[in-house]
């Protein structure tokens, strides 16, 4: 069983609607981390979580400790979203993947 | 925001050859900086930590004798695939952690290694 689960895998929303990616773990953790994929491979991070709630823009993310759970949320998607965004978990210095979410936002 | 510089962008070598991966932070020190690998379609998957002025720790799986890691400096370290064969090719990226900015990671573009 992968220690970081995401849920969904795929998504496709039209632009506008509210998106919201989800991501659970299985142990105790320092921090996590949602990453940002491009279909060229470049990697962004988003946020860097170990409590409570953080936004940036049109990007909201959720901790939740004692759940072991973390949300993504995009307002007002746009296309230029499309991306696979990845969960990680960080264990000390050991960092473990969610397997990623492919948003595809259609205008 | 900080800049983490990986090269080469895509390299592709003759099997049995070894090539050599940077990656810079280009204005912040990183103590430590990780490897990743990430096959088509699949996430990534953490090769190994890189602490400067000590052994690279490798996750569990990854044969450390092939794949040499060097961090020689608060902003350089180096991944080297020794005697690189085609089921080596993959992306790999880099990421650093800066210490001054609340651990946040910063990554490298990849590097795409194509093994002939």
């Known amino acids: 069983k992968n220690e970081v689960e995401q849920s969904p895998q795929n998504l496709t929303a039209q632009e506008g609607e509210f998106i919201t990616i989800n991501c659970s773990y299985s142990?105790?953790?320092?921090?996590l981390h949602w990453l940002q994929q491009h279909p060229g491979g470049g990697i962004v991070s988003l946020f860097m979580l170990s409590s409570g709630k953080k936004k940036h823009g049109r990007l909201i993310a959720t901790i939740n400790i004692q759940e072991k759970h973390s949300s993504l949320h995009i307002t007002a998607s746009h296309p230029r979203d499309s991306a696979v965004y990845i969960c990680a978990v960080r264990f000390s210095n050991d960092m473990r993947f969610g397997a990623g979410t492919r948003l595809t936002v259609k205008p | 925001g900080a800049v983490v510089s990986q090269h080469p962008s895509w390299v592709i070598c003759k099997s049995g050859t070894s090539v050599k991966i940077e990656c810079r932070s280009l204005?912040?020190?990183?103590?430590?900086m990780f490897w990743y690998r990430q096959f088509p379609k699949q996430s990534l998957m953490l090769m190994a930590t890189?602490?400067?002025?000590?052994?690279?720790?490798?996750e569990q799986g990854v044969e450390k004798d092939k794949f040499l890691i060097n961090h020689a400096s608060l902003t350089l370290s180096t991944l080297t695939v020794t005697s690189a064969h085609p089921e080596d090719s993959s992306f790999y990226i880099c990421?650093?952690?800066?210490?001054?900015?609340?651990?946040?990671?910063?990554f490298g573009s990849g590097t795409q290694l194509s093994v002939l």
């Open positions: 890189s602490n400067e002025g000590s052994k690279a720790t490798y």
């Open positions: 990421s650093a952690k800066d210490r001054a900015a609340d651990e946040k990671l910063f």
């Open positions: 142990v105790g953790i320092s921090a």
């Open positions: 204005d912040f020190q990183a103590t430590t």
